[in-house]
Nanobody, 129 residues
Framework: QAQLVESGGGAVQAGGSLRLSCAAS????????MGWFRQSPGKEREFVAS????????YYTDSVKGRFTVSRDNAKNTVYLQMNSLKPEDTAVYYC??????????????????????WGQGTQVTVSS
């Protein structure tokens, strides 16, 4: 079983950057596909990005492509979300999640919340205009 702890959230002005981290416990972190999701007030939680276990494949929702980068360091059991050119509409609680079951070879197979078995508690990101 994995436990996930996010950090790095905060308040930033539009155009700024933040780097979220998600530290995972468990010796088999390197075998999990990792994902980032976010939830804004009054909205459903939505997919942001995913990365396969070996980092060979990544996938992003259209609204963050070119601005966000997901990466991981399996030696440190940590996954990152670098967020640049932030917009007010990026304001949300950001969650990392781990998928332990194989669905497909590429990261775009892992966009559904039900594919993920473990979730962090979330970290708030607030972008002001």
């Amino acid at each position: 079983q994995a436990q996930l702890v996010e950090s790095g959230g905060g308040a930033v002005q539009a155009g700024g950057s933040l780097r979220l981290s998600c530290a995972a416990s468990g010796r088999i972190f390197s075998t999990y596909v990792m994902g980032w999701f976010r939830q804004s007030p009054g909205k459903e939680r939505e997919f942001v990005a995913s990365i396969t276990s070996s980092s060979s494949s990544t996938y992003y929702t259209d609204s963050v492509k070119g601005r966000f980068t997901v990466s991981r360091d399996n030696a440190k059991n940590t996954v990152y979300l670098q967020m640049n050119s932030l917009k007010p509409e990026d304001t949300a609680v950001y969650y990392c999640a781990a998928a332990s079951h194989y669905v497909g070879r590429y990261a775009y197979y892992y966009t559904g919340q039900r594919q993920y078995d473990y979730w962090g508690q979330g970290t708030q990101v607030t972008v002001s205009s």
